[in-house]
T-cell receptor, first 109, second 120 residues
C-alpha cells in the first residue's frame, strides 16, 4: 500500500536555527515527490517537485533533497515568516498525490 | 507561477440544499484536476480525479451521487455537494495538474485557495 510518513509532527525553532524535515515514502510507480507549504485556512503552496534520487532543489532558505526512500526539506536560518505546515506528497502512476500528515513548523523570533 | 482560483471562498448553507464550488486554472490548461477534503489539523484527503471531457474517478468511500464533479473545459472543474448535511462541513480544495514536459515527464500540481463549507 502506498504510504507517505512525515516527521516530526511539530517543530519549534528559534529564528536562525537551521533544521530538517523528513518525509519517508513508499509509492509504487513514483512519478515525483512534492513539497508544499500550507498556511492556516489556505490552500497548499507549491514548493518543489523532485523526480530522481540524488536530485536537489533550492528556493530561498529551503532546500529539498531526494533518496530512494526519503526526502528532506532543509531550512537554513529560518525566519518567523517560515512558520507554516509543510506537506510532502508522493505522486503515483496516475498522478494522484498521496500526502503525509505534515510537519507544523513554528519559528520564534 | 501557475494560479488556481476557487469560488466561493466561504459558503454557509442550510441542511438539504446543494452547493457548487468552482475551480479554475487561470493561466494554464489543466487536463486533470483533483478535489480534496481537509479536516482541521489533518492532511488532505483525495476525493476524486477529474479529467476534461470524461467522468470523474472517485476514491473509495466517496459517494459519487453526493459529490458531483464536472470538468467542463481545460480550465474549469466544478464540485457540487448535493443535499448537504452538517457532516459535509469541511474545507474543500482543488488542484490542477500542469504539464511542463512531455507526456509522462515532469509535471507540477497547483492548489486553489480552498472553500470553507459550513452546513447548518
Amino acid at each position: 500500500e502506498d504510504q507517505v510518513t512525515q516527521s516530526p509532527e511539530a517543530l519549534r525553532l528559534q529564528e536562525g536555527e537551521s533544521s530538517s524535515l523528513n518525509c519517508s515514502y513508499t509509492v509504487s510507480g513514483l512519478r515525483g515527490l512534492f513539497w508544499y507549504r500550507q498556511d492556516p485556512g489556505k490552500g497548499p503552496e507549491f514548493l518543489f517537485t523532485l523526480y530522481s534520487a540524488g536530485e536537489e532543489k533550492e528556493k530561498e532558505r529551503l532546500k529539498a533533497t531526494l533518496t530512494k526512500k526519503e526526502s528532506f526539506l532543509h531550512i537554513t536560518a529560518p525566519k518567523p515568516e517560515d512558520s507554516a505546515t509543510y506537506l510532502c506528497a508522493g505522486g503515483d502512476s496516475s498522478y494522484k498525490l498521496i500526502f503525509g500528515s505534515g510537519t507544523r513548523l513554528l519559528v520564534r523570533p | 507561477g501557475a494560479v488556481v482560483s476557487q469560488h466561493p471562498s466561504r459558503v454557509i448553507c442550510k441542511s438539504g440544499t446543494s452547493v457548487k464550488i468552482e475551480c479554475r486554472s487561470l493561466d494554464f490548461q489543466a487536463t486533470t484536476m483533483f478535489w480534496y477534503r481537509q479536516f482541521p489539523k489533518k492532511s488532505l484527503m483525495l476525493m476524486a480525479t477529474s479529467n476534461e471531457g470524461s467522468k470523474a474517478t472517485y476514491e473509495q468511500g466517496v459517494e459519487k451521487d453526493k459529490f458531483l464533479i464536472n470538468h467542463a473545459s481545460l480550465t474549469l472543474s466544478t464540485l457540487t455537494v448535493t443535499s448537504a448535511h452538517p457532516e459535509d462541513s469541511s474545507f474543500y480544495i482543488c488542484s490542477a495538474r500542469a504539464l511542463t514536459g512531455t507526456s509522462g515527464g515532469p509535471d507540477e500540481q497547483y492548489f486553489g485557495p480552498g472553500t470553507r463549507l459550513t452546513v447548518t
